[in-house]
């Protein structure tokens, strides 16, 4: 794999463009970083030079969102180059979009650090999808919000200490449901055991506090 | 100029030769119809009247109308067709009602009625005919009607109409000097004096009737009258002029060629040669009677001459001739249906045998003749009652229908002072009604009026409300540019003095970014879905919204129930209206209430109202005097979502209710 990668930049703010463009300059992967702002220009120099990476923002121009109708263009004549959406619309209700809809690679608060970029950067060469922690985070919140009560209850008992067979007592159900709905619920986590999950769930239900006795605000961001 | 005049004249000629064409069509018709009666071609006749009673629609000329029908029926009538006569008759009454044509279409009315035997509806027709008449102008037709009224008058027994309706007849003719119908009114005044058994006066009217006969020299009428003077005078016992007058009639009868009635006065003069005694004179008298009766053919007198000889021979004991007239009565008896002459037939027969000493033959027809007799009586005098009892009955009538008539002027009397009272009233009521009326508008101008009022204060308090909305986050903005930014660009300013370059720089950045964020709050508030809702569903922003805040926050956030599907159906304007209530109120929150947990339940009811709670654990808000720009902004809100909210704060928390009227906040075009 060419380790020198030709990176394209959509963004309508020039001053962001070209403090982005140094930024990447830095990045021992990259070799030449180009910069367009209109649908003709980004289509002319796609046919002229070969890109790998696009960083792509969604609000362009007068249209919003014109960035998703672009990607969905770019992906259909170039499969190959990988998108990563780098934008100020985070949203967790855009994940699903980009990723299933326009199929992007990368989503990237414009706030978060540049780390976040170069992040992005090398998990996409490596043909992987990489998701800003932010976003991560709140698309797990999301998923937290949707669990069943029945879920609930077994991570409020399961919290408790109580044991999987006590559970399955408490709650006049099989301890072979308890047993699978816990499986589940790991799947969906990404955890490799209960001791995680409950972790997880502590978190969650904490709204990522870390220290628990401090009452907010304090710096939101 | 000349020209212009003539021909100007000419036209109005042509006009009026043209209209007046078309008025003597008219008569022209009903001449032809006249002459084809006359010829007896009624067919013919009839559809010239019917043709002239089109015209006499077409222009509405009542008078020509009633005449028409009342020939028309006059001809159905001729035909024997009462139905048809009948209805014409009507339809001329119906057309022009007091006119004379009407008067003759109920006098023939009544003679149809004559036809079919209804008494009542003769009279009925016969006295509305009369009526007419007396107002009507004296003319022949006029008096020559009431001569025909006054004989079925006489018929049903009313003389007193029936002389009055002659008498003021004769005082016409006496005007008019018309001595043929003077003469025969007094006849038939005097024929009514004798029904009514006035034998003086019938006498006199005879008498009168006489005169003027031999002034007319009217053989025939001159004859008749004597008969009937010498009638009376007979009955008055005075015969001795009876038989002068007697005579006189058969002298004037024999002048006139053929008349039946002249065996009728022989036999007359014969029985009052009788009754005066002179039985020789009756006797030759009955046989001269005779002789003229046989020649007339009159079965009926001649048996009861025949029964007369007898017993006159009776007395001179012929025996035989009496039995000889009493078989030659017989004879002619049987061929007619007389009880009269029969009886007196009997009674003779009855002495007959009794004179030749035939006791058992004479006792059976005293027998007969009793019984006859009795018959006859019984009839006689059941007619008798009948006749009483009719007049009784017609007399009866007449005052009902004189009570009813008095009753129906008075009750229309009363009707017509009722519908005065009753107009009054409606005018009264009509006045009142315009005035309710006009009240009743007056306010609802007035309301009206009001309500624009209303409006207009409302929208002056929604745009102060904005006007204070957008001050204050004017506001806001300064002070986070000014303050925020002025800091940052002293930070840089200071930059080259520092070792720490990287730390510093990392420092501006995360301020840079807070800086944003807060940036993008506002302008979030300012227009909440923004292009947003182009994206995805009001439900999915809520929830993104809702994540972003426990992300940023650190605030726990437990949603009880999902947020309904229906809300996204609501307008734009709802939409907007209710994701700015939500920032509104979580804005409150992250901001100013140390919050730890919030908890959303959320749902739509039966009758379509959606509730949603939202509770925090925060310290709550002291006082809602203190309203910010946030709950300025709730309210409006939810005033444009026609919802309620209700906020209760203390500082354990606070909880927030909201309730949202989904379906009229729902566009069925979406």
């Keep these: 794999m ?19 463009e140094l930024l990447l300059m830095q990045h021992k992967q990259v070799e030449n970083v180009y910069q367009e702002n209109d649908f003709d220009g980004i289509f002319n120099l796609l046919k002229e030079i070969k890109i790998d990476i696009i960083i792509l923002d969604l609000n362009l121009g007068i249209k919003e969102n014109d960035g998703i109708i672009i990607s969905k263009k770019i992906k259909e004549q170039y499969p ?79 919290k408790k200490g109580f044991l999987q067979k006590q559970i399955a007592d408490k709650l006049f159900i099989n301890p072979k449901t308890v047993e699978s709905h816990i499986r589940n619920l790991s799947q969906r986590f990404l955890v490799k055991n209960t001791t995680e999950l409950v972790a997880k769930y502590i978190k969650y239900k904490n709204a990522n506090r870390e220290n628990m006795d401090i009452i907010p605000p304090f710096k939101t961001g | 100029m000349f020209s212009k005049n003539v021909y100007l004249v000419f036209f109005i000629l042509i006009i009026n030769y043209g209209y007046s064409q078309k008025k003597e069509k008219l008569p022209v018709l009903l001449k032809k119809a006249k002459k084809l009666v006359e010829k007896l071609e009624y067919k013919k006749a009839i559809t010239k009247y019917e043709e002239a009673l089109t015209i006499a629609e077409k222009e509405n000329l009542k008078q020509e109308l009633g005449f ?16 048809q006569a009948s209805f014409n008759f009507k339809k001329c009454i119906k057309a022009d009602s007091l006119s004379q044509n009407a008067a003759d279409s109920y006098f023939n009315l009544s003679l149809i009625y004559r036809k079919l035997k209804n008494k009542d509806s003769l009279l009925y027709h016969l006295d509305r005919s009369i009526k007419i008449y007396t107002k009507q102008e004296n003319t022949n037709k006029k008096f020559n009607t009431y001569q025909k009224a006054s004989t079925l008058y006489n018929k049903y027994g009313l003389y007193e109409k029936a002389i009055n309706l002659l008498l003021s007849a004769y005082t016409y003719y006496e005007k008019e000097n018309d001595v043929k119908n003077k003469a025969s009114i007094s006849k038939k005044i005097g024929i009514t004096q004798r029904l009514m058994g006035n034998l003086e006066k019938s006498a006199m009217y005879y008498k009168k009737s006489l005169n003027l006969n031999m002034e007319l020299n009217d053989t025939v009428e001159i004859a008749n009258s004597c008969n009937s003077i010498a009638n009376i005078l007979s009955i008055q016992k005075k015969q001795d002029s009876a038989i002068l007058y007697y005579q006189k009639a058969i002298r004037f ?42 020649v007339e053919k009159d079965s009926m007198s001649i048996s009861y ?76 005098q059941s007619k008798l009652i009948q006749n009483l009892q009719e007049k009784f009955e017609s007399k009866l009538k007449q005052k009902k229908i004189h009570d009813l008539s008095i009753n129906v002027k008075t009750k229309s009397k009363t009707i017509e002072t009722q519908k005065y009272s009753l107009k009054q009233k409606n005018w009264f009521l009509s006045v009142l009604g315009i005035l309710i009326l006009g009240l009743f508008l007056y306010f609802k101008l007035r309301q009206k009026i009001k309500a624009k009022d209303y409006e207009v204060k409302r929208l002056e308090s929604v745009f102060e409300n904005q006007e204070m909305i957008k001050e204050s986050i004017g506001r806001d903005l300064h002070d986070i540019v000014s303050s925020n930014y002025n800091g940052i660009r002293l930070k840089i300013l200071a930059l080259d003095k520092n070792d720490t370059i990287k730390q510093k720089s990392n420092e501006i950045a995360e301020e840079l970014k807070q800086i944003n964020h807060e940036i993008r709050l506002v302008s979030h508030r300012l227009s909440p879905l923004g292009n947003r809702i182009k994206e995805t569903s009001l439900v999915n922003i809520i929830n993104s919204y809702l994540i972003e805040i426990q992300y940023y926050s650190k605030i726990f ?40 947990k919030i908890i959303i339940t959320n749902k739509i009811d039966e009758k379509g109202i959606y509730k949603i709670d939202i509770q925090d654990n925060g310290k709550g808000f002291d006082n809602i005097e203190n ?44």
């Excluded at chain 1, 976003?135 to 609930?152: H, L, Q």
């Excluded at chain 2, 035989?320 to 027969?349: A, F, G």
């Excluded at chain 2, 999902?562 to 996204?568: G, R, S, V």
Aim: aromatic share 10%; net charge positive; hydrophobic share 35%.
């Design chain 2, 68 to 83: 028409i029908y009342k020939k028309i029926g006059f001809v159905y009538f001729k035909q024997k067709n009462i139905k």
């Design chain 2, 557 to 596: 956030i437990d949603i009880q129930s999902e947020f309904p599907k229906e809300l996204n159906s609501m307008t734009l304007k709802s939409q907007t209206n209710f994701y700015g209530i939500l920032l509104e109120v979580f804005n409150n929150i992250t901001k100013h209430a140390l919050a730890t």
């Design chain 1, 80 to 158: 190959t180059i990988k998108i990563i959406v780098l934008t100020e619309n985070v949203r967790v209700y855009l994940y699903d979009k980009l990723f299933n809809e326009c199929g992007v690679d990368a989503y990237i608060d414009k706030q978060s650090d540049i780390s976040q970029t170069y992040k992005a950067i090398e998990t996409v060469i490596q043909n992987r999808k990489y998701v800003d922690d932010s976003i991560s985070t709140m698309v797990e919140i999301g998923v937290w919000m949707r669990i069943s009560t029945r879920e609930t209850e077994i991570l409020n008992l399961l």
């Design chain 1, 2 to 20: 060419k380790q020198h990668k030709q990176i394209l930049i959509i963004e309508d703010s020039k001053s962001f463009a070209q403090g982005l």
């Design chain 2, 305 to 380: 001459t025949y029964n007369e000889l007898a017993m006159l021979l009776m007395e001179k004991k012929q025996y035989q001739k009496v039995k000889q007239y009493i078989d030659s009565s017989l004879t002619y008896l049987s061929t007619i249906n007389n009880n009269d002459v029969l009886l007196r037939n009997i009674e003779i027969r009855a002495i007959y045998y009794k004179a030749i000493k035939n006791y058992s033959k004479s006792l059976e027809l005293r027998e007969q003749y009793q019984e006859l007799y009795q018959t006859l009586y019984n009839e006689k």
């Design chain 2, 627 to 670: 309203e910010g720009i946030g709950l300025i902004n709730i309210k409006q809100r939810t005033q444009f979502l026609n919802g309620e909210i209700t906020i209760n704060s203390s500082n354990k928390g606070t909880i927030i209710e909201l309730l949202i009227p989904i379906n009229i906040n729902t566009d069925e075009t979406t």
């Design chain 2, 253 to 294: 009868k024999e002048k006139v060629p053929y008349n039946k009635e002249l065996g009728r006065i022989w036999s007359n003069l014969a029985s009052a040669y009788y009754i005066k005694g002179n039985k020789e004179k009756a006797l030759t008298t009955y046989k001269k009677a005779l002789e003229i009766k046989k």
